[in-house]
């Protein structure tokens, strides 16, 4: 059921209380134009959530990606979480998982033909993606993980929210995991109830639309994980999840925030799951690699390792594997799959809006120029009025 995954340190409450303040002062100075959000004339498109850890990010965006990139030239821009280079950055077919961190990575493996680049001063990096000689034909930008990143106004602002640690039953850090009141999910344009149970009844969904109190500019959406094939990480054939015997033991190997969404969907196959588990984006040392090792080779036969298209970014080229683990390690991909019959509503919202802002079309160039000089207006929603009449 939802919010099954939280848990709340009550002991903690107080510093929560503290840092609330913080928060919402930060908020305020925004709202009050002493800090500045900064518009562009590019279509921006910004997911994330308000929480710690995984909501299924990396998946909506890749599914932006594979609606988007056949049409218009793509770009994403990430912060590079944990990279090891500094300042803004674009990926090329050199670029290593510790210049641009294990999602950016991961994206550019995929998705060798958009623009992936990682800068901690968004503004910044949007800027270099629409006036560098070699990204300047970007169309749209997709902002990975920039909710909170209060500096750009996206046109579109995506919010994601996780079934089973719903923000309405959250706290906020350290008692809980939000990074800021659940009111923030105010500035959303779009939320998206993110890893539901494929089963979830019709009452669920009206229960949980209640819950979340939306405003009526704001669409609720919810989405699934699907999985696809198998891969070998290292030789070996794609295996289907329905190949998994019953008796087979699994060692499912994972870096990320939330691997228990993970565990639920393989139970169904077999009931011989072995966690190891590590911090998100964790970066194996030589000590991690004979732990697998070492808890591989005591596994009954059959068995095999799972792990993550993010893991992989990390885990692939590291030495010292033994060959027992190399022959049966596998990359388990996921996509996002719209419930409801939402995916075609979803996907004409954000194809008319990147189109009518889009400044490389007809309908943008006429609208510019039709627009007054003193069209601004009070608020800090500038950009999303334009996708709300869209």
């Known amino acids: 059921m939802e919010g099954d995954f939280i ?11 503290l840092y609330g303040i913080g928060v919402w002062i930060r908020n305020q100075c925004f709202q009050m134009g002493i800090l500045k959000s900064r518009s562009f004339k590019e279509p921006i498109i910004s997911v994330g959530n308000i929480t710690v850890g995984g909501s299924g990010k990396t998946p909506h965006v890749e599914y932006l990606i594979r609606l988007l990139r056949k049409q218009m030239k793509v770009a994403v821009l990430s912060r590079g979480y944990k990279r090891k280079s500094k ?68 046109g579109i602002n995506i919010l994601l929210v996780d079934y089973h640690r719903l923000i309405i039953y959250d706290k ?120 697998i090792n070492e808890m591989f080779a005591e596994m009954p036969e059959p068995k095999c390792i799972i792990t993550t298209e993010k893991d992989n970014a990390r885990l692939f080229g590291q030495e010292g594997l033994s060959d027992e ?27 008319g809006y990147v189109r009518k802002n889009s400044r490389n079309s007809i309908l943008a160039k006429a609208t510019d120029e039709n627009k007054p000089k003193d069209s601004h207006h009070s608020g800090h929603r500038t950009r999303t009025i334009s996708f709300r009449n869209n």
């Open 325 to 351: 683990v190399r022959d049966h390690l596998y990359i388990l991909p996921v996509e996002i799959e719209f419930m409801l019959g939402q995916q075609e509503e979803f996907n004409e919202k954000i194809i």
């Open 172 to 291: 906020l850090l350290p008692a809980g995991r939000l990074r800021e009141p659940k009111q923030g999910k105010n500035r959303a344009d779009i939320v998206i109830v993110t890893k539901c149970p494929r089963d979830l009844k019709p009452m669920e969904y009206r229960v949980l639309t209640k819950a979340l109190d939306l405003f009526p500019y704001q669409k609720l959406f919810f989405t699934t994980l699907k999985y696809t094939c198998m891969k070998p990480m290292f030789h070996g054939e794609d295996r289907k999840l329905d190949d998994i015997k019953p008796d087979e033991h699994i060692l499912l190997l994972t870096g990320i925030a939330s691997p228990g969404q993970m565990m639920l969907d393989l139970k169904p196959f077999t009931e011989h799951i072995t966690p190891l588990t590590y911090p998100d984006h964790h970066l194996f040392k030589k000590k991690d690699i004979r732990r």
């Open 7 to 17: 848990k709340i340190r009550e002991w903690l409450l107080p510093l929560s209380w």
């Open 87 to 154: 300042g803004y950055v674009i990926a090329d077919k050199q670029t290593t998982m510790r210049d641009i961190g294990d999602e950016p990575y991961q994206m550019k493996t995929k998705y060798p033909d958009v623009y992936i680049a990682v800068d901690k001063n968004r503004c910044n990096g949007i800027e270099r993606l629409t006036t560098d000689e070699e990204t300047k034909d970007t169309d749209v930008i997709l902002l990975d993980d920039a909710y909170q990143h209060r500096y750009v106004k996206p």
